[in-house]
C-alpha cells in the first residue's frame, strides 16, 4: 500500500474491524449481494469509510443497480483512488479509501446519467448517517 494519511497495523486493522469487514476491506473480499442493509438505504445522508470516517458517497448519488450492492454515480470528490484488479481473470477498476487505503469496491462505466459511473461499493466498508 501507498502512502496514505490513515496507517494501522494489521493487528490494529483486526481489532477496529469485524471479520467481515477485515475480509473485504483489507483482504479484498466481496459481499455477498443483498447480504447488507446498506443496500436499502434510502433516507437522505452520507456513507462514510468504516476504516476512517471519511466521508465517500453522498445519498442523492446512490441508485439501485440491482446488483445487491449499494452503487453510486460519482464519490465525493478526492475521497477514493483506484487502481488496476486483474484478479478472477477479469481486468476491473478497484476502488479504495483515499485516505486508508482500504478497499470499497469496484467501479463500472456502466452505470446511469449524468456520470455513467457504477460504484458498486461492499456496504460492511461503510457507516451510514442520516441528515
Ligand atoms: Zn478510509
Redo the contacts with the bound molecule.
Sequence with gaps: MGDYE?VRTDEEWRQLLTPEQYAVMRGHGTERPGSCALNHEKRPGLFS?A????PLFQSTRKFESGTGWPSFNDPVEGSVATTVDRSHGMVRTEVH?A????HLGHVFPDGPPPTHQRYCINGVAMNFEAD
Excluded at 476504516?51 to 471519511?54: N, P
Excluded at 485516505?99 to 482500504?102: A, E, I, Q
Design positions: 490513515v469509510c476504516g476512517c470516517g471519511q479509501c485516505r486508508c487505503g482500504s
